[in-house]
C-alpha cells in the first residue's frame, strides 16, 4: 500500500439541506451524493475520496441532524452523530440564508465533546450580502472554538479548494486508504438507488419523497453496447404507489427517463432501465424492513 503524506477521514455534519451532499460531490468532482431542495435527502453515511499526489481525504457525508419521526429518523440522526469521534477532523456546514436554529444548537453541544479539529462552513455566500457574513460567524463562534471558519459556495466551488487545502493540513501522516481512481466505498447499486430515488424526491411533493426506498435488484451486462439495470421503488401505501406510477405510467416513465441519463453517466454505459413500484407499509418504522433495505446499525 503506497504511503501518503497526509491521509484522513473528515465528517461533514449540519442541519438538514445545508449543502453537504452539493459540497462533496462539487470536492470529488464527480456526482456520488444525490441532491434535492427536500430535507432529509441523505439517509446513509456516504464516503467520497479526494486523493491527489500527496493527500488522500475521506469525506463521510453524514445524513441531516433533524428531530425523528421514525425508527428511520432515529438511524438517520444517530448515524450522523457517530462518526464524530472516530474522524481525523469534523466539517460544520451552516447555511448562510437560515438564522441560526435549535437543530445548529443541538449539534453544537455535541460538537463540544469532540476532541478534534472543528470547521465552522457557512455555506451559500452567494445568496447573502457580503455585509451579513461577519455577523453569521460571530453567532456561531461564541459558543464553539472552531479551528478555522470558511464561507463557501458549494454550488458555485467558491473557497472550496482552499477549505480542502486546510483540511489537508490537519490530517496526520498515513497510508492511502482507496487506489488513486476511486470516488466513494458504495457499490455501483447503491449509487444506481440513490440516483432512482434522487428523481422521485425531484418529481413528486409532499408524502412521497420521504416514504420511498429504492432497491436495485440487478445490474447485468446483457451484450456489448447495453447495460440492463432491474430496480424496485418502495412506498409506504398504494395512493403514493398511484402516484409514482402516474396515469397510463407517465411518471415512472419519466423517473426512468431521468435516472437512465444519470445512471449511464456514472457506469459510462448506456442502459436498459426497468422499474417496478411495490407497497410494503410502515416500512420505516419496522427494523426488519429497514435493515432489508440497506438501513443497518445496530442501536437504532
Not at 419521526?69 to 474522524?87: K, Q
Not at 456546514?93 to 469532540?114: P, Y
Not at 459558543?143 to 490537519?170: H, K, M, W
Amino acid at each position: 500500500m503506497q504511503t501518503k503524506k497526509h491521509s484522513g477521514f473528515i465528517a461533514i455534519i449540519g442541519r438538514p439541506n445545508v449543502g453537504k451532499s452539493t459540497f462533496l460531490n462539487q470536492v470529488i468532482g464527480e456526482k456520488i451524493a444525490i441532491m434535492s431542495d427536500k430535507a432529509q435527502t441523505t439517509r446513509n453515511k456516504i464516503q467520497g475520496i479526494y486523493t491527489t499526489d500527496d493527500t488522500q481525504i475521506v469525506f463521510i457525508d453524514t445524513p441531516g441532524i433533524h428531530k425523528p419521526h421514525s425508527r428511520l429518523g432515529d438511524f438517520m440522526v444517530e448515524s450522523a452523530l457517530s462518526t464524530l469521534n472516530e474522524v481525523d477532523a469534523v466539517v460544520f456546514m451552516v447555511n448562510a440564508t437560515e438564522k441560526k436554529g435549535r437543530g445548529d444548537e443541538f449539534i453544537i453541544k455535541r460538537l463540544k465533546q469532540v476532541k478534534q479539529p472543528i470547521f465552522l462552513v457557512i455555506n451559500k455566500i452567494d445568496k447573502i450580502h457580503p455585509d451579513a457574513l461577519l455577523g453569521i460567524v460571530d453567532s456561531y463562534r461564541k459558543d464553539l472554538d472552531f479551528a478555522e471558519v470558511y464561507p463557501i459556495s458549494a454550488l458555485q466551488g467558491i473557497n472550496c479548494p482552499e477549505l480542502v487545502s486546510a483540511i489537508s493540513n490537519v490530517l496526520p501522516e498515513g497510508p492511502q486508504f482507496y487506489p488513486d481512481d476511486q470516488v466513494t466505498d458504495h457499490p455501483e447499486r447503491f449509487i444506481a438507488g440513490e440516483l432512482i430515488r434522487e428523481q422521485v424526491l425531484d418529481l413528486t411533493h409532499e408524502e412521497v419523497p420521504h416514504s420511498v426506498a429504492v432497491i436495485v435488484e440487478r445490474i447485468r451486462r446483457e451484450n456489448e453496447e447495453k447495460v440492463l439495470v432491474q430496480a424496485t421503488i418502495i412506498v409506504e401505501r398504494s395512493s403514493q404507489k398511484g402516484i409514482l406510477i402516474g396515469k397510463g405510467g407517465k411518471m415512472l416513465k419519466t423517473i426512468g427517463t431521468r435516472a437512465r441519463k444519470e445512471i449511464e453517466a456514472m457506469l459510462g454505459d448506456k442502459i436498459y432501465l426497468e422499474l417496478w413500484v411495490k407497497v410494503q407499509p410502515n416500512w420505516k418504522d419496522k427494523k426488519a424492513d429497514l435493515q432489508a433495505l440497506g438501513y443497518k446499525q445496530d442501536d437504532y
